[in-house]
């Protein structure tokens, strides 16, 4: 077996495949088989349909959040979304608790979180959201059912650089992020309370 197999994928969709690397081809791919590696020189978008890489889709303006902020939680889809949490600098107070929600044209304001903070991450929908973690109250989860937010189970490790959290309300995975464990932590959640689960295999810090 030949060491390196070179896979090169034109714009057209067309793949060749070579025994060694030609860089002159855009979007190159090969395996090789001494380190059991996949290798590649350049990232390409092949044509293909709105809304996927190398698609027609495009970015158009639509409305403006009320109050500028980072390190912000969402959730939802694109006709019926929010926004929650954040901070904004060098206004005070840094730290922000509102929430604002999108109906695919502008932002109304929708209930204010418990607890202010940055860092956050957030799941779920407009009207059954799920936001965890962030700085500071890195502990905190709380849920929204579309106009207020309560408190839900408490987090079993702080997590106050941005984790990833994927999901619903009520069937959530949280994981990685900037913690005291290391950045390796998967909890998950019920709705009620969260349950330590496998670690990841990789360190992984913020914006997971």
């Known amino acids: 077996m030949a060491q390196l197999q070179a896979t090169t994928i034109h714009a057209s969709g067309s793949v060749r495949l070579g025994r060694t690397p030609d860089t002159s081809h855009t979007g190159l791919m090969w395996y090789d088989s001494g380190s059991a590696k996949l290798h ?32 912000l ?32 044209t502008s932002y109304s304001a929708g209930g204010a979180l418990n607890r202010a903070r940055n860092g956050l991450a957030g799941t779920g929908t407009q009207n059954s959201a799920l936001v965890f973690g962030g700085s500071p109250n890195g502990t905190c989860t709380e849920e929204y ?11 079993p490790r702080t ?8 999901g619903t309300q009520n069937a959530a995975v949280g994981f990685a992020g900037t913690t005291n464990a290391g950045g390796t932590c998967t909890d998950e959640y ?6 330590s689960a496998n670690a990841m295999s990789g360190y992984n810090k913020w914006y997971v």
Not at 74 to 99: F, I, K
Not at 145 to 155: E, R
């Open 145 to 155: 059912n579309g106009s207020t937010w309560s408190f839900g189970g408490t987090v």
């Open 40 to 71: 590649f020189t350049k990232c390409i978008l092949v044509p293909g349909t709105p809304g996927t890489p190398g698609g027609s889709g495009t970015w158009s303006s639509a409305g403006s959040v009320p109050v500028g902020r980072y390190n």
């Open 190 to 195: 019920n709705g009620t309370s969260w349950t």
């Open 73 to 104: 939680a969402g959730a939802g889809v694109q006709n019926a979304g929010l926004v929650t949490g954040g901070r904004q600098y060098p206004t005070t107070p840094w730290d922000l608790s509102c929430t604002d929600e999108y109906n695919g």
């Open 159 to 166: 997590t106050v650089g941005k984790p990833g959290l994927a």
